[in-house]
């Protein structure tokens, strides 16, 4: 092999350590005890060069009681994330219809977090539970 093969390699090589490996965007989804509306905060995304933003979606409290927790209900949990993600066009929103049985489920205890890093479609979620405002 070449002086100058060898040199283009070293180069490679160099310019990959260099390369930070891409992170996850976050996703937050905040609930409050009781009440079935989320405030979902997502990160910014370095694809498009849009984020952070906030919208609602009917994800949480699925038992919609004061009782402590909040019931994260996802009819897919894959759909939902596809959803928030600007490049994926999927089938649906992953939030369960009225009188659909969710998917998949997260109880997370008022005052509490669940960290879920890597789920798919480039996320880290984190689930949070807030105490409802006339709750004590």
Same mark, same amino acid.
């Given at each position: !092999? $070449?002086?100058?093969?060898?040199? @283009?390699?070293?180069?490679? /090589? $160099?310019?990959?350590?260099? @390369? *930070?490996?891409? &992170? ?7 609930? &409050?005890?009781?009440?079935? *509306?989320?405030?979902? +905060?997502? #990160?910014?995304?370095?694809? *498009?060069?849009?984020?952070?933003? &906030? !919208?609602?979606?009917? @994800? ?15 009819? $897919? ?9 600007? /490049?994926? @066009? =999927?089938? #649906?929103?992953? /939030?369960?219809?009225? =009188? ?7 109880? /997370?205890?008022?005052? #509490? #977090?669940? $960290? ?11 689930? +949070? ?8």
């Amino acid at each position: !092999m $070449s002086n100058c093969a060898c040199a @283009v390699g070293a180069l490679l /090589v $160099s310019l990959l350590a260099l @390369v *930070e490996p891409a &992170r996850a965007t976050s996703l937050r989804i905040t609930c &409050r005890d009781g009440d079935p *509306e989320a405030l979902v +905060r997502i #990160g910014r995304f370095a694809l *498009e060069g849009i984020g952070p933003f &906030r !919208m609602t979606a009917a @994800v949480c409290d699925f038992d919609q009681t004061c009782d402590g927790a909040c019931t994260f209900a996802f009819c $897919s949990l894959g759909e939902f994330l596809c959803a928030n993600h600007p /490049v994926c @066009v =999927g089938p #649906g929103t992953g /939030v369960c219809q009225p =009188g659909s049985a969710p998917v998949d489920q997260f109880v /997370v205890p008022v005052g #509490g #977090g669940q $960290s879920l890093p890597d789920v798919g479609f480039g996320f880290d979620l984190t689930l +949070r539970c807030r105490r409802s405002p006339g709750w004590r």
